[in-house]
């Protein structure tokens, strides 16, 4: 799985990886996600982005619940 960026759930392996410019894996996701929301408005009906955007909210939405259970 990939987002627009090219990051895979390989490439984002903690919360607290830092890539080159300095965001983390969580602010990677968030940023491939926006990128792909806005494939979606451009491409309603193209199913394979309405996949590729469900691929990086269910990578985030992992990422976020492992990091919600690992502070609790």
Request: glycine share 8%; hydrophobic share 40%.
């Amino acid at each position: 799985m990939s987002d627009s960026n090219g990051t895979t759930a390989a490439d984002t392996d903690t919360d607290t990886t830092t890539t080159d410019t300095g965001t983390t894996a969580v602010e990677t996701l968030q940023q491939g996600l926006v990128g792909q929301l806005m494939a979606v408005i451009g491409a309603p009906d193209d199913k394979d982005v309405a996949r590729a955007a469900d691929d990086i909210v269910q990578q985030l939405d992992a990422r976020l619940r492992a990091a919600g259970a690992a502070a609790a």
